[in-house]
């Protein structure tokens, strides 16, 4: 929205900067994390005050979990998506189609997110929105977003697959292009939706991720650099840094809430909106097996509850102590602080190695 002011620029006064997407990113950061500081506290006394028993506790998870976190209130995802969304329209290119196609996938995602904690507080039961309606809705909105994307797609890579490292390596993935886009959104989502069971173990590393994920759409968006990286250029991506910026923002305002011991916790509202921005900008920018580098430890923790499914079906018998695998490491008697910060070190990490990819050809 604010880009329009560039258009009064002369070119030697302050309404230039706006013509920069580094600088309008530096304004939706900072726009997001201010509202989430003035809007948190009385977010939180609103929904403590409509959620009087708090978020659901599993009966089956750590005993401490029933006794330490009874009563604090969910859906806090609405704090991080709101302050996300009115950032991004505030600061980013109203004209650009990729943050369009971005925010429907948040919203939407956060939308299913939204109803099933709803659901879950005023039955006060871990089973809120039927699991099968909530696949078959994001697998919708992830199908909308890939058809999208791949119109904005240059033609010598709409319905192809990059390869990491290899350089001008594309695979035409042709129709099946569309169900693996939805299979790297709807499992992204689910797979930190997946990971949100411990104070702060979810938001750090989205935070890590959607910093790595807004630098690679900055990088692919511009010539000079595609052609020193030799990577793939992707037009228009750059503007999805304000996008990644803002939630960096609003995700460490809601950090401040979410730091052990938990004031809040974002829900489903907050992890399948976030999880599903990650794989829409992974789908947009065409690094969609980046992404698996990047949240390598969100694909961990999917994992982990698929093995001890299959394995538990097949034999009767647990791989893990508990799934996900954070709640292993619980088990185990690791502190909950030991397995947030530990986490935390290894999305670092991951992200770093995803980055790395870039200048590996």
């Given at each position: 929205m604010l880009?329009?002011?560039?258009?009064l620029?002369?070119?030697?006064?302050?309404f230039?900067?706006?013509?920069?997407?580094?600088?309008r990113?530096g304004g939706?950061?900072f726009?997001?994390?201010?509202?989430?500081f003035?809007f948190g506290?009385?977010?939180?006394?609103?929904?403590?005050?409509m959620q009087?028993?708090g978020q659901?506790i599993r009966?089956?998870g750590?005993?401490s979990?029933i006794i330490?976190?009874?009563g604090?209130p969910?859906m806090g995802?609405?704090l991080?998506?709101g302050t996300?969304?009115?950032?991004?329209?505030l600061?980013?290119r109203?004209d650009?189609?990729?943050?369009?196609i971005?925010?429907l996938v948040?919203v939407?995602?956060?939308?299913?997110?939204?109803?099933?904690?709803?659901?879950?507080?005023t039955?006060?039961?871990?089973k809120?929105?039927?699991?099968?309606?909530r696949i078959?809705?994001g697998l919708l909105?992830?199908?909308?977003?890939a058809?999208?994307?791949?119109k904005?797609h240059?033609d010598d890579l709409?319905r192809h697959l990059?390869?990491?490292?290899f350089k001008?390596?594309?695979?035409?993935l042709?129709i099946?292009?569309?169900p693996f886009a939805?299979?790297?959104?709807?499992?992204?989502?689910?797979?930190?939706?997946l990971?949100?069971g411990?104070d702060?173990?979810a938001?750090?590393?989205?935070?890590?991720?959607a910093?790595t994920l807004g630098a690679?759409?900055y990088v692919?968006?511009?010539t000079?650099?595609?052609?020193?990286?030799?990577?793939?250029?992707?037009?228009?991506?750059?503007e999805?840094?304000?996008f990644?910026s803002?939630?960096?923002?609003?995700?460490?305002?809601f950090?401040?809430y979410?730091a052990?011991?938990?004031?809040?916790f974002?829900?489903?509202t907050g992890?399948?909106a976030l999880?599903?921005?990650?794989?829409?900008?992974a789908?947009?920018?065409?690094?969609?097996l980046?992404?698996?580098i990047?949240g390598?430890?969100?694909?961990?923790?999917?994992?982990?509850?698929?093995?001890q499914?299959?394995?538990?079906?097949?034999?009767?018998?647990?791989?893990?102590?508990?799934?996900?695998i954070?709640?292993?490491?619980?088990k185990?008697?690791?502190?909950?602080s030991?397995?947030v910060i530990?986490?935390?070190?290894?999305a670092?990490i991951?992200?770093l190695?995803?980055?790395?990819?870039?200048?590996?050809?």
């Open positions: 880009y329009f002011l560039s258009e620029s002369d070119g030697g006064d302050a230039n900067l706006f013509r920069y997407i580094t600088f990113s939706a950061f726009t997001a994390l201010i509202l989430s003035i506290a009385p977010l939180i006394r609103r929904l403590r005050k009087k028993n659901p009966e089956d750590p005993t979990h330490q976190k009874a604090t969910t995802g609405v991080i998506l996300l969304f009115f950032s991004s329209l600061w980013a109203s650009n189609g990729y943050v369009w971005v925010l948040t939407g995602f956060g939308g299913i997110g939204f109803l099933d904690d709803y659901l879950k507080v039955k006060n039961n871990v809120g929105f039927s699991s099968k309606a078959l809705l909105i992830s199908l909308i977003a058809y999208l994307a791949q904005l240059s709409s990059a390869l990491p490292i001008d390596t594309l695979l035409n042709g099946i292009y569309f939805m299979i790297v959104i709807v499992g992204a989502a689910n797979a930190v939706n990971t949100d411990l702060g173990l938001i750090m590393p989205v935070i890590i991720a910093g690679i759409a692919v968006g511009r000079d650099f595609t052609a020193y990286l030799d990577v793939h250029y992707v037009e228009g991506t750059g999805l840094l304000v990644t803002a939630l960096v923002g609003a995700g460490l305002g950090l401040w979410n052990p011991p938990a004031a809040v974002m829900g489903d992890s399948l999880g599903g921005a990650l794989g829409a900008i789908v947009a920018t065409k690094h969609e980046v992404l698996a990047v390598g430890l969100f694909v961990v923790e999917a994992l982990s509850v698929i093995i499914v299959l394995y538990y079906k097949r034999t009767g018998k647990r791989v893990f102590l508990m799934a996900p954070h709640h292993h490491f619980e185990k008697g690791w502190g909950e030991q397995i530990r986490f935390w070190i290894i670092l991951l992200a190695i995803g980055l790395a990819t870039l200048k590996l050809r």
